[in-house]
């Protein structure tokens, strides 16, 4: 499949949304998509209920005003000072983030990077010799994740020399890609892509990290996608976004646990939405009600579908959200600390019902 000519196809006018039968005004929608731009792939828009006005797949891709509502920040877990060089982030001891793209298949209007992707087609590609170079020389690194933007919709042959650097350097134990592709444009995944994959597979362990966050997201062809990547034994884990209105059910959330261990994929993480400008106000549930949610999904779930971790990944580590004690407070945990004085601990916070963070003393705010 031509992925240039794919990509030419994307709706990124929301005029092409009044084509499609969704707004009526398009007006206020061009002061969001100046900001934040638009992308959405057919295959993605055609899984929209256009009878539903709030159905949870439009919610994810369609602009809306709220995105102008002004509060949080644009850099919610530290990844500023993380920087270490242009498109790499060494935030935890053993993992360095490789930002390779600014570029996805669809801008997400949940996006915690919302700051950077889609606002430059540049390719961060040329960056790819520093990062080698930093990662051999710090061999406290013992894997990376190559993300962005989405990983996968860089070109076929950029992709081979990641793999190809890489899997060259013996201090790492493996490679993550983290590419929300197979959800939204599995189009992409096709034999070539695989055949590469496959090529290294052999020589370090490969790890994708997708985002599924609905179980409509679960199609005859993101199904085939990640089967794709499983046959070649290419492991695939997934981070769901906790959105209201799109996630915060627990039968949705049930059954999207459901659909993933079915499919053969790892559930990972569920990640408390971050307080990001453009995103808090239409998507943060709050942190008792995530609680509450993921509990009552997970009690419906086999010991697979009940690994996953309800977490928050903030400027001082990614902290797991235990759940709430009798004594009105909740328990969390250190699951990855910045500094060694907090790994592993735990600690509480009180909470109130709106709580959906907590502040630089891990008071909830
Ligand atoms: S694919 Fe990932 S990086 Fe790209 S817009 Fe969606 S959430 Fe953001």
Redesign the pocket.
């Known amino acids: 499949m031509n992925r240039g000519k794919l990509i030419s196809e994307d709706i990124c006018d929301i005029s092409q949304l009044m084509d499609f039968g969704w707004l009526t005004n398009t007006r206020d929608l061009r002061k969001v998509t100046d900001q934040f731009p638009m992308r959405i792939t057919p295959y993605y828009l055609g899984l929209i209920d256009k009878t539903d006005e709030n159905d949870p797949i439009a919610r994810m891709c369609i602009p809306s005003v709220d995105e102008l509502r002004i509060s949080g920040s644009f850099d919610t877990s530290g990844e500023k000072k993380n920087t270490m060089q242009k498109g790499l982030q060494h935030k935890y001891r053993q993992t360095a983030l490789i930002l390779s793209t600014n570029v996805?298949?669809?801008?997400?209007r949940?996006?915690?990077?919302?700051r950077m992707?889609?606002l430059t087609e540049d390719e961060l590609s040329s960056q790819l010799d520093k990062a080698v170079d930093y990662v051999r020389s710090h061999e406290e690194i013992t894997n990376i994740l190559i993300?962005?933007?989405?990983s996968l919709m860089m070109p076929d042959r950029i992709i081979e020399r990641y793999l190809y650097e890489f899997s060259k350097l013996d201090n790492l134990d493996l490679i993550r890609f983290?590419?929300?592709v197979p959800v939204?444009f599995p189009q992409r995944i096709d034999g070539n892509l695989i055949s590469i994959f496959r090529k290294y597979r052999s020589h370090k362990q490969i790890y994708l990290i997708t985002?599924f966050n609905h179980p409509r997201e679960f199609t005859e062809q993101s199904i085939a996608a990640i089967k794709a990547f499983l046959d070649i034994g290419i492991q695939v884990r997934n981070q769901t976004v906790l959105l209201r209105g799109v996630n915060d059910n627990p039968e949705v959330l049930s059954d999207l646990l459901r659909n993933l261990t079915k499919t053969g994929i790892v559930p990972y993480y569920i990640f408390q939405c971050r307080p990001v400008t453009g995103v808090r106000e239409r998507f943060q549930v709050p942190i008792l009600e995530g609680v509450r949610l993921t509990d009552a999904a997970k009690s419906k779930q086999n010991g697979m579908g009940k690994s996953v971790r309800y977490v928050m990944s903030h400027t001082k580590g990614k902290i797991e959200i235990l759940g709430s004690q009798d004594d009105d407070t909740t328990l969390f945990k250190f699951h990855q600390s910045h500094g060694s004085k907090d790994t592993a601990r735990v600690f509480t916070a009180k909470l109130t019902k709106n709580s959906t963070w907590l502040d630089e003393n891990l008071n909830a705010i």
């Open positions: 996805c298949a669809m801008y997400c949940h996006c915690f990077r919302k992707v889609g993300s962005g933007g989405d983290g590419s929300r939204v985002q």
